[in-house]
């Protein structure tokens, strides 16, 4: 089946130290997404990549990055992770940035901040 | 910018009863309205959407109405089953935008 996979499912970082998260997709989608999710809270959007073409959200923090090496992977980094960025990370899919495509979602990565 | 807002934030109902879950939003450009279901520890699955140009559409026990009028949709779930008890959030996306802008969400408990 095709799918949004995101590895690992659980991740335990220590403060200030770099982690990176994962997410491939077998859709073949144009289109991929990193949210946040806090407890309790709606995904907010972080950023997202259109192909190779990055769109940073107007108040994403910079300790946020992301790449997308090739169009099945895209990655998120945390440069240096505080006890705030503790939350579930989606990533999502789309074909394309109309505004009746749907965004298919991954189970997310749940991190954890020491 | 757009805002969506989502009542109740949480519902419990007897299985077998109906659920209903509201959300007004701001921007009368927002066209695209889906409904997204989230188990525990799972990401949002997408269970059913409406397009501007439609003032109801029906999947099984889930229906979901539009007032564009009013700006307003509503998520309709019909003899709802224990499995149906998950976060709902609904969203709206405006046309010609990648965006899609979450309500807060409802805790939905279907008591056995």
């Known amino acids: 089946d095709a799918m949004v996979i995101q590895n690992p499912r659980y991740q335990v970082t220590q403060f200030g130290k770099p982690v990176t998260l994962s997410c491939s997709q077998t859709?073949?989608?144009?289109?991929m997404y990193w949210y946040q999710q806090k407890s309790s809270q709606a995904p907010k959007l972080l950023f997202h990549?259109?192909?190779?073409?990055?769109?940073n959200e107007a108040d994403t923090p910079d300790n946020f990055q992301s790449r997308r090496p090739n169009t099945s992977f895209c990655f998120l980094d945390i440069r240096s992770p505080g006890l705030g960025d503790a939350a579930m990370y989606l990533c999502?899919?789309?074909?394309?940035?109309?505004?009746?495509?749907?965004?298919?979602f991954g189970p997310g990565t749940r991190l954890t901040v020491l | 910018g757009e805002n969506v807002e989502q009542h109740p934030s949480t519902l419990s109902v007897q299985e077998g009863d109906s659920a209903v879950i509201k959300c007004t939003y701001s921007?009368?450009?927002?066209?695209?309205f889906p409904w997204y279901k989230q188990e525990l520890g799972k990401g949002p699955q997408l269970i059913i959407d409406?397009?501007?140009?439609?003032g109801e559409k029906k999947d099984q026990r889930i229906a979901v109405t539009l007032n564009k009028t009013a700006k307003h949709f509503s998520l309709h779930i019909t003899e709802t089953q224990p499995e149906d008890s998950a976060v709902y959030f609904c969203a709206a996306r405006m046309d010609s935008s990648y965006k899609l802008i979450f309500g807060s969400g409802t805790r939905l408990l279907v008591r056995p």
């Open positions: 990549y259109y192909d190779k073409d990055f769109n």
């Open positions: 999502a899919t789309s074909r394309a940035r109309e505004s009746y495509d749907e965004q298919f």
């Open positions: 409406i397009r501007s140009n439609v």
């Open positions: 859709l073949n989608h144009n289109v």
């Open positions: 921007d009368s450009a927002s066209n695209y």
